[in-house]
């Protein structure tokens, strides 16, 4: 098992490093940087692109009154969406509240083109939790999500990729906001599974190494305003924490001071 980290060391310095059992955080030359809790980690990879995948779990098409999509409802998320653990989610300008959704991301291994479902695993570096925000009020209002799912900031990754877990088996995924369960899903409740996914994604777009697929997420999805503390756990490998702040990184209330 390995837990393959990004850590930031300086001004545009991020380094590529894994976690030990006891939470040290050492080099590729095994060289120790320190406590994985004392440190700025990155995103744990530099996709080119992030790829999700939505309408994939029965639970939260049931709770919106949604019908079954006979094939991967796929949208895009931009690179510059994408933050690491304990980043502020900014809330854009003109809106009051942002969406959490949980999601088991799959880090791409090596490019992947064309790949048929039954070898989804040999293009698979490992997972890594997601939090897939969104401007509700944007993707509702615009035929194309570009804003409501790129944003920047809106594609929290982390803390690392773990690189085995045990896909085979339901993993759960769920989500907290400020210490309260929101999302208790797991992967036997989609629709369609990895390996559908990623020959689905392939058919049309090459995927390179580092880049991510979201692949869902469960029911209780929902609204936060700034002030917030999201929390998302796929597995049990770690959560990843985010604070949704203002675009001057304050955690104030909407409509608090203007």
């Not at 990729?161 to 208790?184: F, H, K, M, S, Y």
């Amino acid at each position: 098992m390995a837990r393959l980290v990004r850590v930031a060391v300086g001004p545009g310095d991020v380094r590529a490093a894994r976690v030990r059992d006891d939470g040290v955080v050492v080099g590729e030359s095994g060289t120790v940087i320190g406590a994985v809790d004392e440190l700025e980690l990155a995103a744990p990879c530099a996709p080119t692109k992030v790829l999700g995948v939505g309408r994939n779990y029965r639970s939260h098409l049931d709770a919106r009154g949604q019908s079954y999509p006979t094939e991967p409802w796929v949208f895009l998320k931009a690179p510059n969406a994408v933050v690491g653990h304990r980043a502020g989610i900014v809330l854009p300008a003109g809106v009051d509240h942002l969406d959490y959704e949980a999601e088991l991301a799959l880090v791409i291994s090596r490019r992947a083109s064309r790949i048929a479902a039954g070898d989804w695993r040999d293009h698979v570096a490992g997972v890594t939790n997601a939090n897939d925000v969104t401007v509700r009020a944007w993707q509702q209002g615009n035929a194309q999500w570009w804003r409501a799912k790129s944003s920047d900031t809106l594609c929290p990754l982390g803390p690392w990729i773990e690189t085995d877990v045990d896909l085979d088996a339901p993993v759960t995924v769920r989500a907290w906001v400020d210490g309260e369960l929101r999302q208790d899903g797991a992967t036997d409740d989609l629709l369609f599974g990895f390996g559908e996914i990623l020959e689905f994604l392939t058919r049309s777009v090459t995927l390179e190494p580092g880049d991510v697929v979201l692949t869902g997420s469960p029911g209780g999805a929902g609204p936060v305003e700034v002030g917030a503390t999201v929390e998302v756990e796929v597995a049990s490998i770690g959560r990843l924490s985010n604070d949704v702040v203002t675009a001057d990184g304050s955690p104030r209330t909407v409509g608090e001071g203007g």
